[in-house]
């Protein structure tokens, strides 16, 4: 699935080609308080998300910054470029518009652990790199009832043993996953008899979701770069 949504993760423990990046030197992999003699390791990297060519994609940025606006994270994006976030069991529209920035506001989050939908305007395909740190510890993700969109908080893919319950998701009977292929959303339906239906669901890194619950519940992380 999503052979067209093509995405790469690496982060600062995988490799070393990381070093040289520009951006990833200036957020500094060690940090240190050289009075008390105390050390911080922070995992920085950076996530490559690419939208097809004139169409729309469920993306999630999975490393965090200070600043999670979209004003900050999607710097440099082609004037047309809109981002949808839903809210309130609607998608609201923010619009890219060459000097004149977001419309009607950048200040709208895309953090670790939601997801937005977003459009490439234009005839190319559309690269966004999210740059930042890898989340760890007990990372919480609320989940209300009925429809919302949500992403994994850290950048892995969900796939085989490495499943939703794998990574902490609260399953219940009659939870609902769409994903975004194509132009149209595929169901996977979870029974506590039979499972899913018609297969467990795989998620890409940087792949934003729908779910479906029936009651709100907690979703539970708990993630350590060893």
């Not at 975004?180 to 499972?195: A, K, Q, T």
């Not at 899913?196 to 709100?216: L, M, Q, R, Y």
């Amino acid at each position: 699935m999503m052979q067209k949504l093509q995405k790469e993760v690496v982060t600062m423990r995988t490799t070393k080609l990381l070093l040289a990046a520009a951006a990833i030197s200036a957020a500094g992999l060690i940090t240190a308080n050289a009075q008390q003699n105390v050390y911080s390791q922070n995992v920085v990297g950076y996530v490559n998300v690419t939208i097809p060519a004139g169409k729309m994609a469920l993306v999630a940025n999975q490393l965090a910054q200070t600043n999670m606006t979209i004003e900050n994270l999607l710097k440099g994006v082609p004037e047309g470029t809109t981002v949808y976030k839903y809210e309130g069991g609607v998608w609201k529209g923010y619009e890219y518009i060459e000097l004149i920035g977001w419309d009607p506001t950048g200040n709208v989050t895309l953090a670790p652990g939601e997801g937005a939908m977003i459009k490439n305007p234009t005839s190319q395909p559309l690269t966004i790199t999210f740059v930042g740190e890898v989340l760890q510890g007990s990372l919480t993700n609320q989940i209300p009832a009925g429809l919302s969109v949500k992403s994994v908080m850290i950048p892995i893919a969900i796939s085989g043993t490495n499943n939703l319950a794998a990574n902490g998701f609260p399953l219940r009977d009659g939870d609902v996953i769409y994903k975004y292929v194509g132009g149209v959303y595929n169901s996977y339906e979870y029974s506590e008899l039979i499972g899913w239906d018609p297969e467990e669901p795989t998620i890409n890194v940087g792949e934003a979701f729908f779910v479906k619950k029936s009651a709100p519940a907690v979703w539970v992380r708990n993630f350590t770069v060893q």
